[in-house]
């Protein structure tokens, strides 16, 4: 194709605006010298001077064409495609591990904390619930006026918080009401229905499905729990005389907590919907979802202190009893010991944890966040077993602990023989 001559004016089919230069051409082919001449005009886009409008005949052709410097940098290179997936991987690897080390220093710390409250553990529950909306919240108005947490997540629905809030509290009742029916070493185990509650509602809520080794991995894991806090020589009289209504309750009270669990999951699966791709501030999630389950828990306050066997009319006082001793303030306060050093430890600590926990689920799943906070438990009893500050008596294992600890890992290194990300085969929808 030859360019033959400038032409004087622009083409038939472009009014340039006036300050708007154009050049047209007329365009000759050169395999064809008896083909009419086609004409070509070149003018800027009149929103920006990097624009290029170019006219052939009848046909438009648009383009935006970026500022071209002779000093730029050619652009890195592609990353590539499996980066991302590798990345992912070593990020939930890490959270993973920082949350099995908060677990198990939440686990040893709350053992810890209740030794200075020990007649006041329902201070110490009721603290926790009430004061941790006060910190996400905080936490959360921080991260929105820095820019972290837009409008759009703000204005994320609030059903499924009402939902968990309402799912989580209910899980609170139920355990507190049967944990006081049955023997201390029976709710350990009995709690391990919570992973099997969540792969079910993973499969019915979320359509996921799970390999055998997954599946078998995540059974392996449960019993291996169950062995090693099982002592051999109580656990065939461990809930002898306990009617079946207070496991069933208790193992309930897991079921509305998975339930939770998984619901947490899906608003984040529904946020990238709605955000365009971007994740959910998972202090957004801790806040509302604390929110709505301390007003629940208020509304249950009349239940909880009678099942603790505190009469409403004397609630107030119990109160005041026990935020001295939190504080270690008082006359009444020889038996504090440790406070307020052990509860202020425990309660960051779970704040840290919960903060983990939550974390760990954005990026991966409510299995995988269960796996890891389910590996915890036989360390934490391991070292709630040495002679700790305030806790000078040690505690020989039985060998159902070391068993129980060997059927655990090999349950962890069955279930991560594939890896367990969201995009995965097994976890895709129906």
Not at 271 to 279: E, I, S
């Amino acid at each position: 194709m030859e360019l033959l001559r400038p032409a004087s004016a622009p083409s038939a089919h472009c009014v340039p605006l006036r300050s708007t230069p154009t050049l047209s051409f007329h365009l000759q082919s050169a395999f064809n010298r008896n083909a009419s001449p086609r004409r070509l005009s070149v003018f800027s886009h009149p929103s920006s001077a990097h624009h290029l409008k170019i006219n052939y005949n009848d046909t438009i052709l648009r383009r935006r064409l970026p500022l071209v410097s002779a000093n730029a940098t050619p652009p890195p290179p592609p990353p590539p495609p499996n980066s991302d997936t590798k990345n992912r991987k070593l990020l939930v690897v890490a959270c993973s591990a920082v949350t099995v080390a908060l677990a198990i220093a939440n686990r040893v710390l709350y053992k810890l904390a209740l030794v200075p409250m020990k007649e006041f553990p329902f201070f110490l529950a009721q603290l926790t619930t009430f004061g941790y909306v006060a910190i996400y919240f905080s936490i959360l108005f921080t991260r929105y006026i820095a820019g972290t947490v837009t409008d759009e997540m703000l204005a994320f629905p609030k059903t499924p918080f009402i939902i968990i809030g309402f799912l989580e509290a209910l899980g609170v009742v139920a355990g507190m009401y049967s944990g006081a029916q049955l023997p201390g070493p029976a709710i350990p185990i009995l709690n391990q229905a919570f992973l099997v509650w969540q792969l079910a509602f993973s499969v019915l809520i979320l359509g996921r499905r799970y390999s055998w080794n997954r599946l078998a991995g995540c059974f392996l894991v449960a019993a291996g729990v169950v062995l090693s806090v099982t002592s051999g020589s109580e656990q065939d009289q461990m809930l002898s005389g306990v009617g079946m209504i207070w496991p069933a309750m208790m193992i309930t009270s897991t079921a509305f907590q998975a339930v939770a669990s998984i619901l947490k999951e899906s608003v984040f699966i529904d946020a990238a919907t709605r955000l365009k791709g971007k994740l959910l501030d998972i202090f957004v999630v801790n806040s509302y979802g604390s929110g709505f389950q301390a007003l629940f828990v208020l509304l249950f306050l009349p239940v909880l202190s009678n099942l603790k066997g505190i009469p409403l009319p004397e609630l107030p006082s119990y109160l005041r009893s026990g935020a001295a001793c939190f504080l270690n303030i008082g006359a009444n306060t020889t038996d504090c010991d440790g406070a307020p050093l052990l509860p202020l430890l425990y309660i960051i600590t779970n704040i840290a944890f919960n903060i983990s926990v939550l974390n760990l689920l954005k990026y991966s799943s409510a299995v995988v966040s269960s796996l890891a906070v389910m590996s915890s438990v036989p360390i934490s009893i391991y070292i709630l077993s040495l002679p700790l500050p305030y806790l000078p008596g040690g505690v020989n294992l039985s060998p159902f602990f070391v068993l129980g600890s060997v059927v655990l890992m090999l349950g962890l290194i069955l279930y991560n023989f594939s890896w367990p990300l969201k995009q995965n085969s097994d976890t895709s929808r129906h």
